[in-house]
């Protein structure tokens, strides 16, 4: 029996077409990438703990209704999730100085921000994502001021939230990003957050000692990304119980 046809292939996840009009199967890979793909690598074990972390916080999402793609979990690295019109843009919420602002800022890393603050990439990687003011994104049409004021509504609902989880675990949520996805139904454009929330699209430090337990153990080769990863799940609940290298490509969805 054939495959579903595949649709998309990014750095870290692939899309195929859904078992229903709408829908969309989301495979996560072991592929990691670090500085808009300049460092790569394979992390075995990967993509089943973002596959179980997404769900948990894309599940969080929907119980305090916020709405977003997640239908439900297929398997280990499988997810079924809505087909959405996404908008070109990165929604970064920060509560801590890191990363990038940290250096534009001459800011020490970890230093609290005065208030959680949002910004937005231009998603294109072969311009680096790009920071954009609102003024662009606005005059070139990516989305509307209204679209933009619901959008940085909901990341503020998604932060005080997450937030809140984290902190309960004794983790320090310093930043993450999101990607928001239009549903049209008519001619009525539904705002949903999309893509996926893991320890890839998020900053998570240890509250007591600092240890990153995020990407950055990647970037700045600071041990092992699965450990670090694992250890978010422990703490969250949802560690799987089977970690095992997958086949190459999803199985088919009845």
Same mark, same amino acid.
């Given at each position: +029996?054939?495959?579903?046809?595949?649709?998309?292939?990014?750095?870290?996840? #692939?899309? &195929?077409?859904?078992?229903?009009?709408?829908?969309?199967?989301?495979?996560?890979?072991?592929?990691?990438?670090?500085? /808009?793909?300049?460092?790569?690598?394979?992390?075995?074990?990967?993509?089943?703990? /973002?596959?179980?972390? @997404?769900?948990?916080?894309?599940?969080?999402?929907?119980?305090?209704?916020?709405?977003?793609?997640?239908?439900?979990?297929?398997?280990? $690295?499988?997810?079924?999730?809505?087909?959405?019109?996404?908008?070109?843009?990165?929604? !970064?919420? $920060?509560?801590?100085?890191?990363?990038?602002?940290?250096?534009?800022?001459?800011?020490?890393?970890?230093?609290?921000?005065?208030?959680?603050?949002?910004?937005? @990439? &231009?998603?294109?990687?072969?311009?680096?994502?790009?920071?954009?003011?609102?003024?662009?994104?606005?005059?070139?049409?990516?989305?509307?001021?209204?679209?933009?004021?619901?959008?940085?509504?909901?990341?503020?609902?998604? /932060?005080?939230? +997450?937030?809140?989880? +984290?902190?309960?675990?004794? !983790?320090?949520?310093?930043?993450?990003?999101? *990607?928001?996805? $239009? #549903?049209?139904?008519?001619?009525?454009?539904?705002?949903? #957050?999309?893509?996926?929330?893991?320890?890839?699209?998020? $900053?998570?430090?240890?509250? *007591?000692?600092?240890?990153?337990?995020?990407?950055?153990?990647?970037?700045?080769?600071?041990?092992?990304?699965?450990?670090?990863?694992?250890?978010?799940?422990?703490?969250?609940?949802?560690?799987?119980?089977?970690?095992?290298?997958?086949?190459?490509?999803?199985?088919?969805?009845?």
């Amino acid at each position: +029996m054939a495959r579903r046809k595949k649709l998309y292939e990014g750095k870290a996840k #692939v899309l &195929y077409e859904g078992p229903e009009p709408g829908t969309l199967v989301q495979y996560f890979k072991d592929d990691a990438t670090a500085f /808009n793909a300049e460092k790569k690598d394979v992390i075995e074990g990967k993509g089943v703990l /973002n596959n179980r972390l @997404s769900e948990f916080f894309m599940t969080g999402l929907t119980q305090i209704g916020i709405p977003n793609h997640f239908l439900k979990r297929l398997n280990m $690295r499988e997810q079924l999730i809505r087909q959405v019109e996404i908008v070109p843009l990165e929604v !970064i919420v $920060r509560n801590f100085a890191a990363g990038t602002m940290a250096k534009r800022l001459g800011m020490e890393e970890g230093t609290a921000l005065p208030r959680p603050i949002v910004e937005f @990439s &231009y998603k294109d990687d072969s311009l680096g994502d790009p920071l954009v003011p609102e003024e662009y994104i606005i005059a070139f049409g990516w989305a509307s001021q209204q679209e933009l004021d619901d959008i940085v509504s909901m990341a503020l609902r998604v /932060n005080d939230w +997450m937030s809140g989880v +984290m902190y309960g675990v004794g !983790i320090k949520l310093i930043d993450f990003k999101i *990607e928001i996805g $239009r #549903v049209w139904e008519g001619d009525f454009a539904r705002l949903i #957050v999309a893509d996926e929330i893991s320890p890839d699209s998020c $900053r998570l430090w240890d509250m *007591e000692t600092g240890q990153k337990l995020d990407k950055d153990v990647f970037r700045r080769d600071l041990g092992n990304l699965r450990d670090a990863y694992t250890e978010v799940a422990r703490r969250l609940g949802v560690m799987p119980t089977n970690v095992t290298h997958p086949p190459s490509k999803p199985t088919l969805i009845n």
